[in-house]
């Protein structure tokens, strides 16, 4: 217990000297309980976004939220249900998504930049190679990129179908230095979160199955912890930590400074330097 509690010290403490941060944050962190946005909810994200990239850090978003949008003002024309209607909800709400954070970040002095992917970006080298140079040109110019999953041309086969994948491929293949991914609940708890009994994980060393079973069926979600350990197995195995944390106020700036927020999870078994 004594040498976990040395690691996860170690590993806090470095999470300050990242560079460039993958953020991902979800629909629920940025809309009210109709699924409307909330832009105080979206304005607290980027305070604390902007503040990051003011300290010299460069960051990247992976934002959810279109669909919920979009659901929000069509859902009475549209019938949920159906692939095309979801479609549709994600090209409505992609659009007030992306005009809150450009309003927004204007007013704090950043550009932002929009980039819509699926699995196919991933998978053919030519596509990959030009999104990872866009990727570094707008970060080299100071323009905060703002990612999801292009919904709108998406189907079964090419789907993400969480961002916290798409995240963890975008912290991997732009050699990040730490992924955040801000939930509705604090971390990975050992049970029911809302078990009294229940307690956060501060520390993972190693995504096992052990710990898979924590997101199996009995707790399924839960703040979307299957895909969440998903991504963790993901950027564990290039070297680069995660942290899930509550998308509360100061939580980016709390992670940075090296606080014990939300769970952290190791990398790979390497050693900290």
């Known amino acids: 217990m004594e040498k976990q509690q040395n690691e996860e010290r170690m590993l806090r403490t470095q999470l300050g000297k990242s560079k460039l941060v993958v953020v991902k944050v979800g629909a629920s962190s940025l809309s009210d309980d109709q699924g ?3 832009l105080n909810k979206i304005n607290s994200i980027c305070v604390e976004i902007s503040g990051l990239m003011r300290r010299g850090k460069s960051v990247v978003l992976v934002s959810s939220g279109a669909i919920k949008a979009g659901k929000a003002i069509m859902s009475d024309t549209l019938k949920n249900g159906e692939l095309p209607s979801l479609q549709a909800f994600a090209a409505i709400g992609q659009v007030l998504l992306m005009e809150s954070y450009r309003d927004i970040m204007a007013g704090k002095g950043y550009r932002v930049a929009q980039i819509l992917l699926t699995w196919d970006d991933f998978r053919n080298k030519t596509r990959l190679k030009n999104l990872i140079n866009t990727l570094r040109t707008l970060i080299d110019h100071g323009v905060l990129p703002i990612i999801n999953e292009n919904d709108t041309i998406a189907v079964e086969e090419i789907k993400f179908g969480d961002n916290d994948t798409l995240s963890a491929l975008v912290a991997v ?6 992924l ?9 708890y050992t049970g029911d979160p809302s078990n009294p009994s229940s307690k956060i994980i501060s520390y993972v060393p190693e995504v096992t199955s052990e710990i898979e079973a924590l997101a199996s069926s009995k707790h399924k979600g839960f703040g979307g912890m299957k895909t969440k ?16 944390a509550k998308g509360d106020s100061g939580v980016l700036e709390r992670i940075i400074s090296g606080d014990a927020v939300g769970t952290i999870f190791g990398v790979g078994g390497q050693k900290c330097q």
């Open 173 to 178: 293949h732009l050699k990040a230095d730490l």
């Open 229 to 244: 350990l998903k991504a963790a197995k993901l950027v564990s195995a290039s070297g680069i930590p995660m942290v899930i």
């Open 180 to 188: 955040i991914i801000l939930s509705d609940i604090d971390g990975l």
């Open 36 to 38: 409307n946005l909330d």
